[in-house]
């Protein structure tokens, strides 16, 4: 049987994913690429040590319009295959609480392998070539760069979204998909840091803490998380940010009402705070407001705290009206934070939207619009939370949608 010619366009990583199991299953695979070189946004993961999947994989931990998909992409190709295909490349895994990072904790690694893997199943690199269209004829389909012609018989969109452009995905994925008839859910920022109303940030900016965080949208509680909060001059950041900033981005998106509660020490209830403080008073009452706190917070939130619950700084603890700490201790476990917007998509590790999940065939990412195009990664509209989830999307859809190309699956 005559193996199938097969494009894919973007080599990230569903690109790479995708070119290496069509290969496998005997196609001649070209990767059209418009940067100088393939796999430049894995060499950023995981700050240059690529965090490529997580034990603990499961379809809750991704988000998107419709995430039915996910569950079968996942039975399909999921953390085990995706283990065993480093492994087998010959890349030894470390697994940091469950996240999975290759063990020389480079990304660099990654991207050998992978591009030793093209190379060994001749699999054609073409480098700094824009696609900039891409119709079906009768011969099946064509697609056109900025320097030239090309023609085969499936073809793999991988190009990515529109986060951090500077690593290629510019969003022209959206165009081609649009051109095959796809629809495409609003795309935002996501795993992004979020900008706060009010005019303390500057003061804390540079303060870390363990905080819990959760979002509200016109006042309903949405989302939540638990970690290092990082506090900037224009708002917040860090993990447990990143995790609920899709819902903020989204909401904001939809012109509804976005705030972010912070609660600075989440190890104690209110109540326990409150008999806390009332001991601590016993015994440290003669301090100064400024310096009874120290050795519960940041100093720099203690300032925060006292200015916003309008408490003189020098006065003794035990001078202050019950009700006034209480407004003060209130204000630790709800500190509410007006979200204003986002960073923008170069800030951004990934997007949330993107191509309509249910207009993809779910068993092979072939579209349902177009037989013979199969769509994969974060073009999809599906992100996933920080920790290895977005990188599994994409090794998982550009896996499937590969092997499908060649194998000539149709609707
Ligand atoms: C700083 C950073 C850190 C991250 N860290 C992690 C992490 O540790 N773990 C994790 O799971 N995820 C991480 N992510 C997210 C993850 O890297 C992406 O979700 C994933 O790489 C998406 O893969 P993709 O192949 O779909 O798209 P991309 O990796 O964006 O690849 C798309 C490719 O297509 C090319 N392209 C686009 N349009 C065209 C066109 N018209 N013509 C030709 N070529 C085109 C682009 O140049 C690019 O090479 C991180 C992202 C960033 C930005």
């Excluded at 407001?289 to 705290?305: A, C, R, Y």
Aim: hydrophobic letters at 35%; proline letters at 2%.
């Amino acid at each position: 049987m005559k193996s199938r010619n097969i494009i894919v366009i973007g080599g990230g990583a569903s690109g790479i994913a995708a070119a290496i199991s069509a290969a496998r299953e005997g196609a001649n695979v070209i990767v059209i690429e418009h940067k100088d070189r393939i796999g430049k946004k894995i060499l950023s993961t995981g700050n240059g040590r690529c965090n490529l999947t997580n034990e603990n994989m499961d379809a809750r931990y991704f988000r998107g319009d419709d995430t039915t998909i996910v569950t079968e992409v996942l039975n399909e190709f999921g953390y085990s295959q995706t283990k065993q295909f480093f492994e087998q490349l010959g890349v030894i895994l470390k697994n940091r609480q469950g996240y999975i990072y290759p063990i020389s904790d480079q990304a660099s690694t990654i991207l050998d392998v992978l591009r030793m893997e093209l190379d060994r199943l001749k699999v054609k690199v073409c480098l700094e070539q824009h696609v900039v269209s891409a119709k079906k004829n009768t011969k099946g389909f064509q697609i056109i760069t900025d320097k030239g012609r090309y023609q085969c018989d499936a073809l793999i969109l991988a190009t990515g979204g529109k986060a951090s452009s500077v690593l290629g995905s510019d969003g022209s994925g959206y165009v081609l998909a649009k051109q095959f008839g796809h629809q495409i859910s609003p795309v935002v920022p996501a795993l992004v840091q979020l900008k706060g109303k009010g005019n303390y940030f500057k003061q804390v900016a540079g303060v870390r803490t363990h905080a819990k965080v959760s979002l509200y949208e016109n006042e309903t509680f949405i989302s939540e998380d638990t970690g290092e909060l990082q506090l900037t001059n224009y708002g917040i950041s860090g993990i447990p940010v990143f995790q609920i900033s899709r819902y903020a981005a989204k909401g904001l998106y939809e012109k509804k009402k976005i705030n972010v509660v912070i609660d600075f020490i989440p190890s104690m209830t209110e109540d326990e705070l409150y008999t806390y403080v009332n001991e601590r008073v016993k015994t440290h009452g003669e301090k100064k407001t400024e310096d009874f706190f120290v050795g519960m917070f940041h100093k720099k939130l203690i300032s925060m705290f006292l200015k916003e619950a309008n408490i003189p700084f020098s006065t003794p603890v035990h001078m202050i009206p019950h009700e006034d700490l209480k407004r003060m201790l209130c204000l630790c476990k709800h500190f509410t934070v007006v979200i204003e917007g986002t960073n923008d998509f170069e800030q951004a590790q990934v997007c949330a939207g993107g191509v309509r999940t249910t207009e993809i065939n779910p068993k092979t990412m072939e579209s349902l619009h177009e037989s013979g195009l199969y769509i994969a990664g974060e073009l999809l509209d599906i992100d996933g939370i920080c920790g290895g989830y977005n990188l599994q999307w994409a090794w998982s859809t550009g896996f499937i949608a590969g092997e499908n190309a060649a194998k000539g699956s149709n609707l």
